[in-house]
T-cell receptor
Framework: RKEVEQDPGPFNVPEGATVAFNCTYS??????FFWYRQDCRKEPKLLMS???SGNEDGRFTAQLNRASQYISLLIRDSKLSDSATYLC??????????FGDGTTLTVKP | DTGVSQNPRHKITKRGQNVTFRCDPI?????LYWYRQTLGQGPEFLTY????????KSRLLSDRFSAERPKGSFSTLEIQRTEQGDSAMYLC?????????????FGQGTRLTVV
């Protein structure tokens, strides 16, 4: 079993749709959590950190459930430009980052 | 450009040859990571450094792989006797440890093709 697992995808949604991704992690000592975005053949870039209380950045909302060891990302009012692969990232206290395999989102007109 | 820089961007090599990649992190960052990524997979951890000290190396990494960060600045990743299965994108990332929820910044990667 992988340390970080994500919805397999792909997700194909129309513009304006709301889409949610889930991610589970196995290391209960994990300390910090992130969502990264990766465009085709590009490097990953930080989308948002995930805080215990949940956090929102425009159309994006991230949630953390430490008891169940899962993280979610909600995208509202999807845009064509949201098409990408979304990577869940979990850091241990030592700072080592473990990535999920990503969920691919395609937003269609 | 003050981002993470990787060289070369692309490398094609024959099976059995040795290759070396370089990563220049963001100058004030003390932590440097190497990852490998293949199509359809997320970045797979290879190794990481705190300043010049190599803190961890993936158990999945064969002895043909070695990494250094001699002065705590740039790092090199060497693959000896390359195999076709080594073909992948090799990503370097750096971050500043000591601050909560720190973002890792990635370089654009080195795409290795072993023929």
């Amino acid at each position: 079993r992988k340390e970080v697992e994500q919805d397999p995808g792909p997700f194909n949604v129309p513009e304006g749709a709301t889409v949610a991704f889930n991610c589970t992690y196995s290391n209960s000592a994990s300390q910090s959590f992130f969502w990264y975005r990766q465009d085709c053949r590009k490097e990953p870039k930080l989308l948002m950190s995930v805080y215990s209380s949940g956090n929102e950045d425009g159309r994006f909302t991230a949630q953390l459930n430490r008891a169940s060891q899962y993280i979610s990302l909600l995208i509202r009012d999807s845009k064509l430009s949201d098409s990408a692969t979304y990577l869940c990232v979990v850091n241990t206290n030592a700072g080592k980052s473990t990535f999920g395999d990503g969920t691919t989102l395609t937003v269609k007109p | 450009d003050t981002g993470v820089s990787q060289n070369p961007r692309h490398k094609i090599t024959k099976r059995g040859q040795n290759v070396t990649f370089r990563c220049d992190p963001i100058s004030e960052h003390n932590r440097l990571y190497w990852y490998r990524q293949t199509l359809g997979q997320g970045p797979e951890f290879l190794t990481y450094f705190q300043n010049e000290a190599q803190l961890e190396k993936s158990r999945l990494l064969s002895d043909r792989f070695s990494a250094e960060r001699p002065k705590g600045s740039f790092s090199t990743l060497e693959i000896q006797r390359t195999e076709q299965g080594d073909s992948a994108m090799y990503l370097c990332a750096s971050t500043l440890i000591g601050v909560m929820n720190t973002e890792a910044f990635f370089g654009q990667g080195t795409r290795l093709t072993v023929v």
